[in-house]
């Protein structure tokens, strides 16, 4: 299957983690990068085909318009029969415009897919925050897909491979009616960020309040996370919007993942899917956090965290 | 300036897993009793078109709702926060759409509206919907009106001839200008929580008249909005808990444990 991969400068674990998915499917699918061509030539590393890239001054300005101009030119010329985007705030944006550009049948949040005894290409993903998992089949000539790349499967590595790397010369017109970046505000966390970290330290309603995530940022500390928290925090106001973790959040990958006061809506635990140790630190022992978490404590996080900071500094050393 | 928010009626997502049922046949939830209500982030959308509204101290939100009958419930409820207008999209050739066909409809009411001397100047909706959670309808109906979008915006400011709108992103927000006409789509945070209805709205909203357009309202033929994409299985999701809870005398016990547990399981 003729198979394109979506893929920007910063997302490089997701664009790996494609490559590696469809090439366990047994194609080599080409790179459409959003960045630079040295950044790009190194997704060679898993045994990529080839890479054009673009960076033109509009995705700054105008990332959604122009993002989306240059993925309908392209597309148009290679001719793929399935375009894959991975579930981050640009490829949620794109896929659902090149869709309607190219008619193309979409279905995003995918964890996996496969072809059907009629050909038909049908994805699997998680719906109702979670609680149900159901599969779509696309009914178009081109299908494209959103996934969470986290979820797919795929060996760890691949053999690499010398494909071209070609930078694509298109001049994108900027509109006069499109809407222009006048600032750009990085929140500059210390620690790792969150969908990279191997651990994570997150907060829910639970915790009480701002001031209280103070604790759980010691604790990232201690252990080198980064800082999450779930939708109930974030709606409070007490952690900002880049924090939260969830279906409609981020989704992580750690090895170790703290819910500290959060009771497990299904929508939150569906972005933990490629988490592999959750640890559930709660007052309530029936909270639904415990069914997917490894370990618990039933119990009240202000207590148990600083002598559990205590052991772990001893443990690590510091 | 006039906002079009779009909102869904949906199962409400707070049932629990152990009472979430489906029915494979229809591949559609079925929670016998359970109640309907208005898909969460389009809550968060309307209340950041009633906030524009109120800060440009001028302007109209109408909410628009396509499904079946019983979502004049949700349009009502909206009416009641202070919306100024509802509709109502509604017929049988909508009951199977995929996410083109919805953005094909309500693209059709948009230029109905406009017909009708009511120009839209900004459409929102909610990032996603709590059931089917497809992401979708902003960013096709945005290309199916030739409107620029925005998506996961969660702050939106007047400016002269449109509007400034925050964006989420992974590292931080983008502040962006855009001009109207443009579709965003809403994510949440702690300045477009729902609000409380004032009793006198909820009145007014009792009384109101909500039209209901089909497809000869819309000058839409049933038969375009073949779906590019359908459901072919849909299951409750299988759970399996293993949970380890780490027992103590007390929290300073119980930590030292969970530790200790963590270093012989090897995860730090």
């Not at chain 1, 579930?87 to 995918?110: Q, V, Y």
């Not at chain 1, 996996?112 to 149900?132: M, N």
């Not at chain 2, 997502?13 to 559609?28: C, D, S, W, Y």
Request: hydrophobic letters at 45%; charged letters at 20%; glycine letters at 10%.
């Amino acid at each position: 299957m003729k198979t394109l991969i979506v893929a920007r400068g910063g997302a490089e674990f997701a664009a790996r983690k494609m490559i590696l998915a469809v090439r366990h499917r047994g194609d080599t699918p080409a790179v459409l990068f959003f960045g630079t061509a040295e950044a790009a030539g190194e997704l060679r590393d898993c045994g990529s085909g080839e890479i054009a890239t673009w960076d033109g001054k509009a995705l700054a300005t105008s990332p959604g318009e122009a993002g989306v101009a240059v993925l309908e030119r392209f597309a148009r010329e290679y001719q793929p029969e399935l375009i894959l985007f991975a579930a981050d705030s640009s490829g949620r944006e794109w896929a659902p415009r090149l869709a309607w550009r190219l008619g193309a049948g979409l279905i995003t949040e995918c964890t996996g897919w496969s072809t059907g005894a009629d050909g038909k290409l049908a994805f699997e993903r998680p719906v109702y925050g979670g609680k149900a998992t159901a599969t779509f089949v696309s009914e178009t000539a081109l299908s494209i897909a959103v996934v969470q790349a986290g979820t797919l499967e795929a060996p760890e590595t691949a053999a690499e491979s010398s494909a071209p790397v070609r930078v694509l010369d298109y001049a994108i017109a900027t509109d006069p009616a499109w809407p222009v970046v006048a600032e750009r505000v990085v929140e500059s966390g210390t620690g790792p960020s969150l969908q990279d970290a191997r651990i994570v330290v997150a907060g829910g309603r639970g915790v009480g309040g701002a001031e209280n995530f103070k604790l759980l940022e010691q604790l990232a500390q201690t252990v080198d996370a980064a800082l999450g928290a779930s939708r109930a925090a974030v709606d409070e106001g007490w952690v900002p919007p880049s924090w939260q973790v969830g279906q409609t959040g981020k989704s992580v990958r750690a090895d170790l993942y703290f819910a500290i006061g959060i009771s497990g809506a299904s929508q939150h635990i569906a972005g933990l899917a490629a988490a592999k140790n959750v640890v559930a630190i709660n007052t309530n022992g029936d909270a639904p956090i415990f069914n997917v978490a490894r370990l618990g404590i039933v119990g009240d996080y202000k207590e148990v965290l600083p002598p559990l900071m205590g052991r772990l500094k001893e443990m690590l050393g510091k | 300036m006039h906002a079009l928010v779009c909102i869904k009626e949906v199962l409400d997502p707070e049932i629990t897993p152990a009472q979430f049922r489906v029915n494979a046949q229809t591949r559609k939830a079925e929670v016998p009793g359970a109640a309907l209500v208005t898909s969460i982030f389009d809550i968060n959308a309307l209340e950041t078109a009633l906030k524009l509204r109120d800060a440009a101290g001028a302007g109209t939100v109408t909410v628009l709702s396509l499904g079946a009958r019983s979502a004049e419930t949700i349009l009502r409820k909206a009416l009641g926060c202070s919306a100024n207008a509802a509709v109502l999209l509604s017929d049988e050739a909508f009951a199977e759409l995929d996410p083109a066909g919805v953005a094909t409809v309500i693209a059709a009411a948009v230029k109905k509206l406009e017909r009708d001397g009511k120009p839209v100047d900004v459409v929102m909706t909610g990032r996603q919907a709590a059931d089917f959670e497809h992401g979708q309808t902003g960013g096709l109906l945005a290309e199916a009106l030739g409107w620029p979008c925005l998506t996961f915006i969660s702050k939106v400011k007047p400016m002269p001839g449109g509007l400034e709108a925050r964006r989420e992103i992974e590292d931080g927000h983008l502040l962006i200008h855009a001009k109207t006409p443009l579709v965003l789509t809403i994510t949440n945070d702690e300045t477009n929580q729902p609000r409380l209805p004032k009793v006198r709205d909820v009145m007014m909203a009792n009384r109101a008249k909500i039209p209901v357009w089909g497809c000869a309202e819309l000058d839409l033929d049933g038969a375009k909005l073949a779906p590019r994409v359908r459901a072919s299985s849909l299951a409750v999701a299988q759970r399996d808990s293993h949970c380890e809870v780490v027992e103590g005398e007390s929290a300073q016990a119980k930590a030292v444990a969970l530790a200790d547990r963590l270093r012989e399981l090897k995860i730090v």
